[in-house]
């Protein structure tokens, strides 16, 4: 197999971004691309007043764009859907992260990383964990059933 799956592989971690470096950086190094979904951040951080503003005032999307940063502000109605998020922000990625109280019932069948020293462990539910290393779990990425 030579590239990702149409939907990628979700694992549920409670650190933060920076404890996966060398997972991020070992994804990278197999050609494949690696998203970060933190649910309940969006409500903790305030958004740049202008996107805020539109937004409020009905515009679908409200984009800024500038330096190495595109940042958008889109409203919904009614609770996130995980398959509408993955599908409208995480297209073309192997692996997404994601971090956070949530919303989203079916978050409690995905399987959950944890860093075991510089390594991993995953955890389907179920199952034992998985021992994995950062190079070896990138590498299992390609599979449909890595874990």
């Known amino acids: 197999m030579s590239?990702?799956?149409n939907a990628p592989h979700l694992l549920r971690?409670?650190?933060?971004p920076e404890r996966f470096a060398a997972l991020f950086a070992?994804?990278?190094?197999?050609g494949l691309?690696?998203?970060w979904l933190d649910l309940g951040a969006a409500s903790a951080h305030p958004?740049?007043?202008p996107l805020e503003a539109a937004s409020t005032l009905g515009a679908l999307r409200a984009v800024a764009v500038g330096g190495d940063r595109i940042v958008a502000v889109k409203p919904i109605k009614g609770a996130p859907v995980l398959r509408d998020l993955l599908r409208e922000h995480f297209r073309g990625c192997a692996l997404v992260l994601i971090r956070g109280?949530?919303?989203l019932p079916e978050l409690l069948e995905i399987a959950v990383l944890r860093a075991?020293?510089?390594?991993?462990?995953?955890?389907a539910a179920g199952e034992a964990a998985r021992a994995f290393?950062?190079?070896?779990?990138?590498?299992a990425l390609r599979r449909p059933r890595p874990w």
Do not use: C, F
Not at 13 to 16: A, F, I, L, R, T
Not at 116 to 123: L, S
Not at 133 to 139: D, F, P, Y
């Open 116 to 123: 075991v020293g510089d390594d991993w462990a995953v955890t």
């Open 26 to 30: 070992a994804v990278r190094a197999e």
């Open 13 to 16: 971690v409670d650190d933060s």
């Open 133 to 139: 290393t950062s190079a070896a779990l990138a590498a």
């Open 47 to 49: 958004r740049p007043q």
């Open 3 to 5: 590239g990702p799956r």
């Open 33 to 35: 691309r690696v998203g």
């Open 101 to 103: 109280e949530s919303l």
